[in-house]
């Protein structure tokens, strides 16, 4: 397939998938099947093209950011508790990042482990919906820090290829009782420090490759995959909270279960 639709292509998977709990790492796996490209060769552009997705959330939520980055100056308890609460989330997925980095490379090579975990992650999701009571805290800053460090262990289920971290972390934090409203909106705060960190940590283990240059993928291909990752996530960002608000995550689940029931079929050939 030629490289600049093959760019085109995964931007496009990544910022679609990335923040809706459906797995963007897992529909990347699974995406090198179809069509057919060689994972190794594209792993630097997997990385660095998620640096759209999360610039797609600073531009959406500035106002957020920059309300919280001049209120922690003056030290204002709303803003001092919305930094705790994502430092707090954050910290479980960077330890157990590093720690279990070579495991989770291992999983990384499993189409098959996508798949599974597509299906059980669909089945959970229902039987979160079904179940849970949300209408607890209304704002990132509300919530107490042993709520925001659940969803911050929850986060870390995300390792297996095909959970989906925005998954792992919005129907935790239904589970829990917090609001759709502020579960979505914290799960989209806690991608920037979590993936800004994978995908720092992902250039420096690929440091020469990049010194040494790209192979075939190059600068060109990265580009074009950063600007369509960063337009589409801007418009599922925008679109999501709106859709769950209204639909709910059944819609996802079935999606999940559909998906991964294929994708477990047709690999296990």
Known sequence: ????????????????????????????????????????TWKVFNVVIQLGAILAV???YWRTFWAVGTGLLRWQPMSVAFVRNLLVAFIPSAVLGLALKDYIDVLLGSPVVVGWALILGGIAILGIERWAKPGGPTGVAQLPVGQALGVGLLQCISMIPGVSRSG??????????????????????LAVPTMMGATTLELWDNRHALAGGLGPVGWNEIAIGFVVSFVVALVVIKAFVAFVSRSGFSPFAWYRIAAGILAVVLLSR
Request: glycine fraction near 10%; avoid cysteine.
């Open 58 to 60: 600073l531009v959406q």
């Open 1 to 40: 397939m030629d490289l600049t639709l093959t760019a085109i292509l995964l931007g496009i998977v990544e910022g679609l998938t990335e923040f809706i709990p459906v797995s963007s790492t897992g529909h990347l796996i699974l995406a090198s099947e179809i069509f057919g490209y060689d994972a190794d």
């Open 168 to 189: 792992a972390t919005i129907m935790g934090a239904l589970a829990m009782g917090i609001e759709r409203r502020t579960a979505a909106e914290f799960s989209f705060f």
